[in-house]
């Protein structure tokens, strides 16, 4: 359930009432853990995976009420704005023009009431904070254009001055979402819940993470990428997926002990209790596409640090949890990774209905050592899966999983992974509220559309709850 995904009356999920009694309904469900996307910034596209830093947090996702509780805001400043008219889907358009503006308020409220406090936060993270603040000034002072575009770096006394002022911006505003951050998860592990976040393996091009340290990427004269991140053609796209990330320089950041990595990792464990390896096959060998590339077809597979650096990572953090996305064209390499790592990988059961196929994401199939989704992120939910498939696959799923109409299909998929020998079973809240079309978080290959679905108020009732606890205890499963 991501955090953009939650009720809110300004016009996407926060961090706020909401999130609290979302909290409380998991606990009531009998629920161990909520998985959430990254929580880093957007930029263009507005994915999770495509951020202005790998450290920073979204400043769509503090909670406007409590600034409002807290004196940092008034009720009508933020009242009279258009947040987006439909409570299903986010506009993002709508968010953009008129977040930073409000959050600006509050910081000419709290700079000096909440010096100290941000002082010690500011000293806590300065490694990456003045950079990242710098980062989003001088986007803004160049109308967000990419970095490597920018012709203005603040030369005259009144650019300076205003880059001051948009960096203080940024820095506070990252007081804000930490301080927001830290009180929800604490009351989230006090319910005995813990939050299950994502780590993408790649950092986007337009990112302070880039901008701050070329060195680590390989970028060639005039900051031009030499290669790019994708994957071939697969499962969502004939041409493959041309993600236009950097590629790390490896053997630079082997040089250094892989401390980029261990500071980037380092972060992530301070905002979840589990941690997955976003494509995780990426380690063992990735995708490298020619920069200015068309598609992503032009590309080579390239070996990776594999356990080099895999297993510093797991060792370094040995008290976090860790969860391999182990998705895409495996090969042996990935398998051997995979074991080498004893890394818990992925079991999806939207792809495991072939009937030409004998898919190893079938249940029978399963070890104990591995997390079962019906569907991630990426997939369907599943009442749309249904309805887009082929009329066999889904015979197959019904005839496999003994589903009958009375129980209907959304129940049997969910009891399928439920019942499964997976040591973990995921599912999006779209399957337990039966939605289909138009609730789809994400369609890869496609650049529009996505990451916009939202619960509506009351949806994740008492009697949902209940619903999801019995499935939940009836396969030992329940906190």
Known sequence: MPISSLPSP??????????????????????????????GPTSYGDSPYQSFSTFAGNPYFIDLDMLIEDGLLKKEEVAFRDWGSDPRH????????????????????????????????????????????????????????????WKNHGESAEDSEKLRRDAELFEYIQFLFFEQWNKLKSYINGLGILVFGDLPIYVAMDSADVWSEPEMFRIG???????????????????????????????????????????RVGAATGLFDVIRFDHFRGFASYWEVPYGSDTAKTGRW?????????????????????????????????????????????????????????????????????????GSH?????????????PETVQF?????????????????????????????????????????GCRMNAPGNPYGNWQWRMLPGEADDRLAKRIYTMTKRYGREA
Request: aromatic share 16%.
């Open 302 to 374: 390239v070996k990776g640090p594999g356990m080099d650096l895999v297993g510093m990572l797991t060792s370094w953090f040995h008290g976090t949890e860790f969860i391999a996305e182990d998705l895409g064209i495996l090969t042996d390499d990935v398998y051997q990774l995979l074991e080498d790592s004893g890394l818990p990988g992925m079991r999806v059961l939207e792809f495991a209905f072939d009937p030409e196929a004998d898919s190893t994401y079938l249940p029978h199939k399963y070890r104990r050592s591995c997390v079962c989704y019906a």
């Open 10 to 39: 300004y016009g996407i999920g926060t961090f706020g009432k909401a999130a609290y009694e979302y909290a409380d309904f998991l606990k009531e469900s009998g629920q161990k853990y909520w998985q959430v996307l990254p929580l």
């Open 378 to 390: 990426d997939n369907p939910p599943i009442r749309l899966w249904k309805e887009i498939e082929k």
């Open 397 to 437: 799923a019904k005839d496999y999983l003994g589903i009958s109409e009375e129980e209907g299909f959304n129940t049997g998929m969910i009891r399928g992974g439920m019942s499964s020998v997976a040591a973990l079973f995921i599912t999006q809240m779209q399957d337990w509220l039966e939605l289909g079309e």
């Open 90 to 149: 986010v506009d993002y358009g709508k968010i953009y023009e008129n977040r930073i503006e409000v959050l600006s308020i509050a910081k000419e409220r709290g700079w000096d009431r909440d010096a100290a406090r941000f002082r010690a936060f500011a000293e806590k993270n300065s490694r990456w904070l003045e950079k990242y603040a710098m980062f989003m000034a001088l986007k803004r002072l160049n109308n967000m254009a990419p970095w490597t575009e």
């Open 221 to 263: 004269k005039d900051f031009v990428p030499e290669v790019v991140a994708g994957v071939p053609p697969d499962y969502f796209d004939e041409n493959g997926q041309l993600w236009g990330n950097p590629i790390y320089d490896y053997e630079k950041m082997k040089s250094t002990g892989y401390e980029w990595w261990i500071r």
